[in-house]
């Protein structure tokens, strides 16, 4: 399986729509294409946004709401791409060399600051509520991830050229 964390050489052929239905289970779509990492990932921003929705007040908790049926789709529609790229064998194709890795290291990171959140709420030293309030910093975060890599990509086109 670590085999298929790297380019899309060597992978064997995938069935977009099968990844697509086990998607309806959250992260498994990206287990079936290979990404053991991302599909945890995505199971853990789901509960995440479970419990978050769980604990806000009925403002907060529609956007939550909002955000979960969001993030369904969005896996969903990730998992069924990604199987049709991996059939095209070009997934290297699609971002400069190194963006799996990296896209590693975000998960990763990820992944360590919500334990870190949830942490100080179990200690109450931040409450659900701080949490919810602070839910645009993801988007922010994952703007500034966006950019990040159009610049890279940008700077690899340069270069090459």
């Known amino acids: 399986m670590a085999d298929n964390e790297g380019s899309g050489k060597g992978q064997k052929e995938k069935n977009p729509s099968l990844a697509a ?3 309806i289970f959250p992260g498994m779509g990206a287990i079936y294409n290979g990404n053991i990492i991302k599909g945890i990932t995505y199971m853990l921003i789901f509960a995440v946004l479970i419990v978050l929705t769980d604990n806000a007040n009925d403002p907060d908790a529609i956007v939550f709401g909002l955000m979960i049926a969001g993030f369904f789709i969005f896996q969903i529609l990730d998992s069924y791409n990604e199987a049709a790229r991996i059939n095209r064998n070009d997934l290297a194709a ?3 060399a190194g963006h799996k890795e990296d896209l590693s290291l975000f998960a990763s990171i990820t992944v360590l600051l919500i334990g ?4 100080l709420a179990n200690f109450d030293l931040l409450t659900y509520r701080q949490v919810t309030r602070l839910w645009p910093l993801v988007l922010i975060t994952f703007g500034i991830k966006i950019v990040y890599n159009y610049f890279k990509r940008e700077e690899s086109k340069n270069g090459k050229s």
């Open 94 to 96: 699609e971002s400069p």
């Open 116 to 119: 870190i959140v949830f942490q």
């Open 21 to 23: 239905f086990l998607a």
